[in-house]
């Protein structure tokens, strides 16, 4: 008898342990009193126009073409929010998840093609820019280009020393006006090309996002966030 009882007892610490694990890893653990922002971008540019679906809401009914950026977006918060950027005939073109909190700004973005077509996500922080200034951050999504790049100024000035593949930099301040960049390879230092960024605002905040065309080329695009 005493047997049985710690095996009962063990069964039933077990499937305790089983039942929190399960619930701690329940997709869609949605928060009902909480609420998030959230942009949504397309920034694949093979993809068809896109619908955008998180946690089963229809946030983005259809037609995201690529460099498309959506309004901020109120929707329930929550953990492990199944994201789905989805073709006009309903099929899925790319799948994730999103974690999230209460009161949060995100941008959601579907990036890439083929086999490594994802969704990525970055919080964002929209407090305005210092006076004068531009805030702006760089985020690497090029699959073509070297895993790791850095960025100058036109000057020779380094913007940033590194920034990897499906990673941001942070946010910076530049002047208004036109930028002018450098990338080159983090690794061997060759140069992947230089781009002038036109037409900032000042106290305005910024996404330039690398990324590769259709053709291939390295490019790069902008999300305005106010």
């Given at each position: 008898?005493?047997t049985s ?19 701690s ?6 928060d ?13 540019a ?10 089963g809401?229809?946030l ?21 929010l ?21 009161t ?21 922080n ?33 913007l ?48 330039f ?7 291939g080329?390295?490019?790069?695009n ?5």
């Amino acid at each position: 008898m005493k047997t049985s009882k710690i095996t009962h007892q063990a069964f039933i610490a077990i499937a305790l342990l089983f039942s929190a694990t399960f619930y701690s890893c329940k997709k869609n653990n949605i928060d009902d009193t909480g609420q998030f922002n959230l942009k949504v971008v397309n920034a694949s540019a093979t993809s068809t126009p896109q619908s955008f679906t998180l946690a089963g809401n229809i946030l983005v009914p259809g037609g995201l073409k690529y460099q498309d950026a959506t309004d901020y977006i109120s929707s329930p918060s929550g953990t492990r929010l199944v994201a789905e950027f989805k073709n006009a005939n309903g099929s899925v073109y790319a799948s994730g998840e999103i974690f999230t909190a209460n009161t949060i700004s995100q941008t959601v973005y579907l990036v890439g093609q083929g086999s490594k077509t994802r969704i990525k996500y970055f919080t964002d922080n929209l407090s305005a820019p210092n006076s004068g200034k531009v805030k702006i951050k760089f985020i690497h999504f090029s699959d073509n280009a070297p895993a790791n790049i850095r960025i100058k100024d036109s000057s020779g000035g380094e913007l940033q020393n590194n920034i990897t593949r499906n990673e941001d930099t942070g946010y910076k301040f530049v002047d208004p006006g036109t930028l002018s960049i450098q990338l080159s390879s983090t690794s061997s230092g060759d140069s992947l090309g230089a781009f002038n960024i036109s037409g900032l605002q000042s106290g305005k905040i910024y996404d330039f996002y690398f990324t590769d065309a259709a053709d291939g080329r390295l490019t790069i695009n902008q999300v305005l966030h106010n």
